[in-house]
C-alpha cells in the first residue's frame, strides 16, 4: 500500500532551497491548486528560525522538481509567524500537473493511519515514514499551535513535508515551533485557512508580504493537568486553565487567573 502511495504523490512533493542573509536553508513543500497554484511550506523552509531574519531578509528561493530534474525560482507571498506557515509561487508563470488533495486535518482519528514523505537529501532524514496519529487536538499552552501528534521519531522528519492519510488527502504538514528546533504538525484545517488568508493579502497587495494575524483571546491558557484536577475535586478531563489575562481584556471582568473552563 505504501509503496503505492508513495509513488502517487511523490511528484507533487519538492524541495526547496532559500537564501537569508549569511545562510543557506533546505526543506519540503509541496503543490496545491486552491485556492491557486501555489508551493505551500514550512516558514523555516525558507528562513532560519531564529530571531535574526524574517521574511524580508530573504534574496533568493529556489525550487527543485524531480520528475523533470530542473530547478526555478520562487518568491515567497506570504507567511504565519504562528503557525509556521509560507506560501510560495514561482517567478516565472508555470502549471505544473501534480498537486495534493487536502483532507480535513480538524477531523481525524487517535489511531489513524498515517504517511509523509519529504525531498530532502540529509543522513538524518528519512525520506518515507508512516505511523498513526496518537492526539488529535493537542496544545500544551498558548504561545504554542494546535498540532497532531503523530507515532514518528520527529527528529527524522523535514519541515514543509506533507502527511497523508490513507487516501492520499493531506491532513497536515510538519513545521516548528517558533524560536525551537522542536518539530510539529499543523493539521490542515488550519494549513488551508492560513493560505486563504495569505493569498487574500496578496491579492489585495501583491507588491508586499502582510503576514498573517490572529485575533486573540486576550489570554493566554495551558492544557488542564491531572494535579489541576486533584485540586479542584472535579472529574476533568479535557480543559483549560488560564494563566494569565490581558490587561485590556474583555474577558477580565469574566475570568480570573487559575480559572479552567
Known amino acids: 500500500f505504501y509503496s503505492e502511495s508513495f509513488t502517487l504523490n511523490s511528484?507533487?512533493?519538492?524541495?526547496?532551497?532559500?537564501?537569508?542573509?549569511?545562510?543557506?536553508?533546505?526543506?519540503?513543500?509541496?503543490?496545491?491548486?486552491?485556492?491557486?497554484?501555489?508551493?505551500?511550506?514550512?516558514?523555516?523552509?525558507?528562513?532560519?528560525?531564529?530571531?535574526?531574519?524574517?521574511?524580508?531578509?530573504?534574496?533568493r528561493i529556489i525550487v527543485h522538481i524531480s520528475p523533470e530534474n530542473k530547478t526555478y525560482e520562487c518568491t515567497c507571498i506570504g507567511v504565519d509567524y504562528y503557525n509556521g506557515i509560507a506560501l510560495l509561487k514561482f517567478i516565472k508563470s508555470k502549471h505544473y500537473n501534480h498537486y495534493i488533495k487536502w483532507g480535513r486535518g480538524n477531523n481525524t482519528n487517535v489511531g489513524e493511519h498515517i504517511f509523509t514523505m519529504n525531498k530532502i537529501i540529509d543522513e538524518n532524514i528519512v525520506p518515507f515514514s508512516n505511523g498513526i496519529i496518537t492526539h488529535t487536538h493537542y496544545q500544551p499552552n498558548s504561545n504554542i499551535p494546535e498540532t497532531l501528534l503523530l507515532s514518528i521519531n520527529q527528529g527524522t522528519l523535514s519541515c514543509g513535508q506533507p502527511v497523508f492519510n490513507t487516501t492520499s488527502q493531506v491532513i497536515g504538514m510538519i513545521t516548528q515551533q517558533r524560536n525551537t528546533m522542536i518539530n510539529i504538525c499543523i493539521n490542515s484545517s488550519i494549513l488551508l485557512n492560513s493560505i486563504k488568508k495569505m493569498h487574500t493579502y496578496h491579492i489585495k497587495s501583491p507588491e508586499k508580504i502582510t503576514p498573517v494575524k490572529f485575533y486573540m483571546l486576550g489570554i493566554k491558557y495551558e492544557q488542564v493537568t491531572f494535579s489541576d484536577i486533584v485540586d479542584t475535586g472535579y472529574e476533568i478531563i479535557n480543559g483549560i486553565k488560564i494563566t494569565s489575562i490581558f490587561k485590556n481584556s474583555n474577558l477580565k471582568k469574566t475570568l480570573k487567573v487559575n480559572d479552567i473552563i
Open 11 to 59: 511528484n507533487s512533493v519538492v524541495q526547496l532551497i532559500s537564501y537569508v542573509g549569511e545562510d543557506t536553508i533546505s526543506g519540503s513543500g509541496f503543490f496545491v491548486v486552491q485556492p491557486e497554484e501555489y508551493i505551500v511550506t514550512s516558514l523555516y523552509c525558507i528562513i532560519p528560525n531564529n530571531k535574526k531574519y524574517t521574511h524580508e531578509n530573504i534574496t
